[in-house]
């Protein structure tokens, strides 16, 4: 069937998207979501069918993506058949139904993720299937290949190379801005990718992006790993496992993770490392509440790299209260650097020479611990630090007082006396991201106190830093509001830890497989 | 944030997005698929947010949907604000941890599917969780009330209602165009409504509409109710239960239909029926395998029906093959009417005349088979259907030869001599759409040989009718690549039924609950 091209002009986030008419839909026998083949001279492509019931039915309307890849333009006729549905729908519905799939149906789903065959409502229903069924270790494997196969790759033509990840969820972890460091200072490559904040107040290019650039191809990253032996850049511009950020947005407003391992291992995989620590915070207000989830899923990690032929080891920490006292991009990157000059909180600096030790201990070396210590204390880690900023194109002189925080500030005090009972991560997140965080680099929180501290009636608890007075006040009321900060005088006064409500899981009505 | 208004002039499906750009979802803090609350003047909307890359930071993107919701124009300049997410958003993340839903969380999950503040993604993730999870007897209910209440209603003020539906899937299946006049004939209220085809060559709506127009308005409806007791009109116009064809849809793709039962009744407790027959088709080659699956089925119909306040009862009828031996609009409209002058094949009376049977019984008459079958032979039922077809606007003196069918026609025969072993539904239906049926009416197949039969070399086996040359060919190749009727000798000669490939269900890695 012969239909002109309608360009409008503006993109549908990559995704494939053909528009018709419901006349036209219906004539080439296609419903909302289906698929059709587009000709144009020697270029062909496939879309995905969206209905819109105004569009003149001798028109078919493409976003920006397909006109770009066809070459079209406006008034010029295509041709348009229907086509037959991607191979890795069937596979989709095969893991709806709970089958477990072998590697090369993994793949095909993944090859369609990627080319954009499949729609966010397949996609979404997949992650779905994928978190309610459970992934096998062979499919997670084939996940993980198959997302390092169809991206970027970084080959740095040495070895060994180190890397560290962490699962995530606490906030103010700027404990890579020491690690990375530390690992180059001892002469290991340490090429760091980290992600930008999509629910956290800061991610570690967040936080880097206050003393350097990190938005960094991957030639310049070659460079700078060549020249200082680490890096701390954006991952998201390398395409590094591309499938595994269009998973990242599906999953995003069901707030699951069913991709958690591969996703990490394939972007690991992809940087080519060969020794890993895995950062597992654990305890309550963290993703692994206990000790025996965290060792579960560290024993999943350590056999995913086994098959990936990646050397991994966890590190499970206490994660039941932030890292630090700053949270918020400019507060955590003068945090580290402060940590880094000798003068920082305990907990940060204590995780991360634990952390870089095991990593030392990985490649063969003893006592890494010390090691991680002793490259902190004599100056060696801030002067790696200073070199990566500088190769990175940042002011390696940097001080503490020059790195820009927010000037407005208020503080959130004590209504009564009493000790730190509980530090609710999530809450205080949610109000440092109401501050401004990450958006507004200088924006987030400082804590005065920590679990256990004594607190004065009227003392400081925490202080809110904005660069913008509305964002001030919006972040005091929702500071207010949640009280992230609980204090009691007695443990004893609060019994009562959850109430269940009354819910009951499964039994069903009948169910027709199809 | 104040941004200005861009039309983008085209329709969305009547989903509620608006478009913007990074720059500017990053200042308001939202993400894809985020909400944001646009006012402008004195009308608000809440919208889902889409990222344009390529859009002007200080524009926000409307489809035609909300433009005309919010009365705006291009460059008007709108107030965006983040809002919080649909409380139903967290309702559709409980069904996929497993839990049980409540009737008030129910409630509002299918208001905000039908005020679309639920995103495709979101929805599709919902019908899987269902789909895998299930529900419970409660929840369906829940479902099937809430669908009803945020729908359009049928008030004919009369009593009893009769109505009949079949869960479909068996090509030809043109009883209810029987049913109908068979129950008004008999001076009880019959409102029919029907769905046109989605995957199969015709629906209900489809084949009256070779007889008369279908698509009225409730109250041209309820005028042919009035007139006649009876109507068969197309429900998709009356906005019955559009949470449902909202999760229709989504379902598409996925093959899924978890909500069978809901969707169903939530269309006939609708239009006020009090006494509903569910045709069951059952075997091979249909939704429903076996009795044993088809029992459990009519029982979860008949509780629900108590659970509603409708009378339920259901026919589990036998579906291996056809109903008849037309299939396409126009041809099953001919088949219908040559049945009700007396000359149709044994099956479709049968099935009409014990299905209309059961209704009669189930409004306290007896010998309803009997009383449905003197309706035909009288004549009566006859009269009925012109009455009907009269009211709605059709020419009440058609005859068979004046419905008109496609002119193009190509025989399909048997390469050798056996006996009809298997009849595939699906493979006949898609073989009667790719001949252009629903779309193009006169289009279809004609059986000439049923399950048992015997056929020669060279015999007839179907009769394949389009109305154009090119759709001709491509069924023909079709219906030469899948074979949908088996012929064999002998039942031995195929010991083989199925083979079942080395898949294994289950067994999971560790899975992280947030």
Redesign the interface.
Known sequence: MKLKARL?D????SKSIA?LDDEAA??L?V????RIEITYKNEQLIAIV??????PPNQV?FY?EISKKLGVRTGETVEVHPAE?PEG?SY???K?R???LRENEIRIIVQDVVERHL???????F???L???????DE?EALAKAMVETGSILTLDKSPILDKHSIGGIPGDKTSLLITPIIAAAGFIIPKTSSRA?TSPAGTADRVETLCPVNLTIEEIKEVVNKTNGCMVWGGAMELAPADDIFI??E???????L??PSIMSKKKAIGATHVIIDIPTGRGT??KTIG?AE??AY?FIDLGKRLGTNVQCAITFGEQPIGYAIGPALEAREALSTILGNGPVDLKEKAINVAGILFEMVGLENGKQKAEALLKSGKAEKKLREIIEAQGGNPKIKVGEIEVGDKKAEITAIGEGRVLRIDNRKIAQVA?EAGAP?EKGAGVTLYTKLGDHVKKDGVIFRIHAERNTKLEAAIELAKKLQPVELSKRPEERMLMARVPT??????????E?
């Open positions: 409008l503006i993109q549908a986030g528009l219906s004539l026998g419903h909302s979501s289906d969206n209905i819109a019931s105004n569009f309307g920006e549905r729908l989709v519905r095969a709806i709970g089958e477990r729609s966010d409502t397949e996609l979404a229903s992650v779905t299937a978190h309610i069924h459970g992934l096998s270790m997670t999509v947005q599906i995003y407003p069901l707030a699951i993770d069913p958690l391992l993703k692994t989830q579960a899923l999943d991201r958006r819910r009951i899981i499964r039994k069903k009505t009948f169910m027709l199809r």
